[in-house]
């Protein structure tokens, strides 16, 4: 029988890593449902379930023990999600960086590696708090720590291993009494459990090595999907924000700088990294404001801002059995997506290479202020399927049925990602899930959810609700006033040529959108004033021949105008508009500054 090695190799470190990896895979759902610390919003499995995959997809094993580290600790950092996996990443990559340059490591340079990686974990986080998973990582690494080489009949690397294992399981257990929210709840920490679990995959894989049932890159994987079946619990700040940093071009990264910008935001900060590259985690409620602090601090490549509100509603607190999802171009204001607690998926609007969430880690006066400031015209992009099928699969869990309406097919792909996304959710769970095309975009879409919101509240059924919807669409207009030319020559959507024609004609396009959702150009005016004239007297002929069931008024960075421009169609229409809303950044910066948008529905 072949003796327990005294030595782990690069490639014995990776594939004992996938073994752990697919225990954290296997019971991401239970590590879910234990979550209640420091959130209870029953993502902690999934989040280390997203860290490991994660690694699982970029790394192959190398001989080496450096390399491997390396590689797997840089994977982790670029791929981890939440609080546990921030943590747990940059547990990997204290080990990488504290780990010596010899394709081997002894018991011994094992136990010290692991020890030393101890300490950029605890640095890492704002207020550590013992009785979760830094405690279970710290006693595990003590206890290989004080283990100096053995005999090779002693057991080596494996008898280390279980006597460590075995603390582990202990802080575990004693995790149940630490912290007041175990303690209400009656169940250990989440994230110490995901890594008592790993260590044990690991041991289990060092003890009988076995390559079959490992996980690999070209199989696919079990689906992360967030369940909660938790107490809930008091949603402190808002949004779980994360981010990986890089240097911009001739600078390193300033850990500590970043770390002070942070911590004016939130709480439940970690910084994880390297002066080549940072990945943070907080909690706040302005995470636009956050990132646009950061900007100059360095090269923001990802971010996430997960809102734990909403999260927590549909698990803990929902009003209604159905469930809405619109996108980030849907403008409707904050009070009103809360009170009918509407699920929102942003777009991205990437400046260069500088990508932002719309109106989450963006603000419409951000925007305008960067349209002026940067040299790139914004680009947008349409939520990815993936997006759409992590919150479905959610809300299936918690809702009798889900109802999304989207910006018009004929300006985005976001409605298509969002029908294949719900069409496969469908199929998995059973769910009713409609997806409408309003065939628009802003106040027009926005007046349309707040419609099917109002009918969700009086508890109609899901089809009378969509059947509506569709219909309603066919009634819905939007007239939009542009100030100035410039942007849409930007953009792309004017040529050069026309655009300094028309700046020089002073010209004010007034633009609407077709019965298929294309933009047309519906009229145009030589003033300001001369394009409200014109939009008035069109909304004027809509009042005689059907006649308007409710209207609301968008902006592109003029509130004053906005007013002014509501206050007119109050005398027209006899009542004021359902709302003033500065128009989401996505739209606004290809309309441009001082675009004023009237939308209204016609009357059935």
Not at 40 to 62: C, F, H, K, Q, Y
Not at 70 to 85: D, H, T, V, W
Request: proline share 5%; hydrophobic share 40%.
């Amino acid at each position: 029988m072949k003796k327990p090695s005294l030595s782990l190799t690069g490639k014995g470190y990776y594939y004992a890593f996938l073994a752990g990896a697919k225990r954290i895979l296997e019971n991401q759902k239970e590590l879910n449902r234990i979550n209640v610390f420091p959130v209870a919003d029953a993502d902690t499995g999934s989040n280390l379930a997203s860290t490991v995959r994660a690694i699982i997809e970029r790394v192959r094993p190398n001989r080496s023990f450096k390399i491997t580290s390396r590689a797997i600790a840089a994977a982790a950092l670029e791929g981890a999600r939440g609080n546990s996996g921030v943590i747990f990443a940059q547990f990997l990559y204290g080990m990488s960086a504290e780990s010596s340059d010899s394709a081997e490591m002894s018991l011994t340079r094992f136990g010290q590696s692991v020890r030393g990686a101890v300490r950029y974990m605890y640095e890492a986080i704002a207020e550590p708090r013992e009785g979760t998973m830094i405690t279970v990582i710290r006693r595990w690494a003590e206890s290989l720590a004080s283990h100096k080489d053995e005999p090779e009949e002693a057991g080596g690397f494996l008898k280390a291993l279980t006597r460590a294992q075995a603390r582990a399981v202990e802080a575990l257990q004693e995790t149940r009494h630490k912290l007041e929210a175990m303690r209400r709840a009656n169940v250990v920490d989440a994230g110490s459990k995901g890594i008592v679990l790993f260590l044990e995959g690991m041991l289990d894989f060092l003890a009988k090595p076995s390559h079959k049932k490992l996980p690999s890159a070209s199989r696919p994987f079990v689906d992360i999907e967030p369940v909660a079946e938790v107490p809930a619990g008091a949603v402190g700040r808002r949004y779980c924000t994360e981010a990986l940093v890089k240097p911009l071009p001739g600078a390193g990264l300033d850990t500590d700088a970043i770390r002070r910008e942070i911590a004016a935001f939130g709480d439940s900060i970690v910084v994880a990294g390297s002066p080549e590259a940072l990945r943070f985690h907080v909690h706040t409620d302005t995470p636009a404001d956050l990132f646009y602090r950061l900007r100059k601090c360095g090269h923001i490549v990802f971010q996430k801002a997960d809102d734990m509100l909403r999260q927590n509603q549909a698990a803990h607190a929902r009003k209604w059995p159905i469930a809405l999802v619109t996108d980030s171009t849907c403008d409707l204001p904050a009070d009103l997506l809360d009170r009918y607690q509407v699920h929102v998926v942003p777009l991205q609007i990437s400046f260069g290479d500088r990508p932002y969430l719309d109106k989450v880690t963006i603000t419409p006066d951000q925007c305008y202020r960067m349209l002026d400031e940067l040299p790139e015209f914004p680009r947008t992009a349409q939520p990815a399927p993936q997006a759409f099928e992590g919150l479905y699969a959610n809300l299936a869990q918690h809702y009798d049925s889900i109802i999304a309406i989207h910006i018009g097919r004929k300006l985005s792909g976001t409605y298509s990602n969002s029908l294949t996304a719900a069409r496969r959710v469908s199929q998995r769970t059973g769910k009713t899930i409609s997806v409408i095309d309003s065939r628009g975009v802003s106040g027009s879409t926005g007046l349309l959810l707040l419609r099917m919101a109002r009918l969700v509240e009086a508890g109609r059924p899901h089809d009378e609700i969509v059947a509506d919807a569709e219909r309603a669409v066919s009634r819905s207009r939007m007239l939009v006033g542009v100030r100035t030319l410039k942007y849409m020559v930007r953009c792309g959507r004017v040529r050069p040529i026309a655009g300094l024609a028309g700046r020089l004609l002073n010209l004010k396009p007034i633009v609407s959108l077709n019965e298929e959702g294309e933009t047309k150009l519906l009229d145009k005016a030589f003033s300001q004033r001369g394009s409200l004239r014109r939009i008035l007297r069109r909304l004027k002929a809509a009042v005689r021949t059907e006649g308007v069931e409710e209207h609301c008024i968008l902006h592109a960075h003029d509130p004053a105008g906005a007013l002014a421009v509501a206050a007119e169609t109050g005398k027209v229409l006899g009542r004021p508009p359902a709302f003033v809303l500065d128009i989401s950044p996505a739209v606004g910066a290809n309309a441009g500054v001082g675009a004023i948008a009237v939308a209204f529905l016609l009357r059935q």
